[in-house]
């Protein structure tokens, strides 16, 4: 089974910016498309942005589009979530899995941007 380990998130100002990594265990790691999810309490988990195994293809929700950049390191088995221009409603715990979530989910890491 693989462990995914979120961390890079913290406390930041609004139109700060933040860089959060996800490594993760196992061998299998770049055979798979990996994505960032996050959540809000009371909300569902949503998708913020996904990368192909190759990191040729990438995708991200209308609300992170221009701001948010996903990469990723098969070398490492390391995904990486750059955030710029972060707003308050960015504000949550955020998660990396592959894509449709088929591994156990990590902590997460809270992000939280103040106004």
């Known amino acids: 089974q693989v462990q995914l380990v979120e961390s890079g998130g913290g406390l930041v100002q609004a139109g700060g910016s933040l860089r959060l990594s996800c490594a993760a265990s196992g061998r299998t790691f770049s055979s798979y498309s990996m994505g960032w999810f996050r959540r809000v309490p009371g909300k569902e988990r949503e998708s913020v942005a996904g990368?192909?195994?190759?990191?040729?293809?990438?995708s991200y929700a209308d609300s992170v589009k221009g701001r948010f950049t996903i990469s990723r390191d098969n070398a490492k088995n390391t995904v990486y979530l750059q955030m710029n221009s972060l707003k308050p409603e960015d504000t949550a715990v955020y998660y990396c899995?592959?894509?449709?979530?088929?591994?156990?989910w990590g902590q997460g890491t809270q992000v939280t941007v103040s106004s």
């Open positions: 899995n592959a894509e449709g979530g088929v591994w156990s």
């Open positions: 990368i192909s195994w190759s990191g040729g293809s990438t």
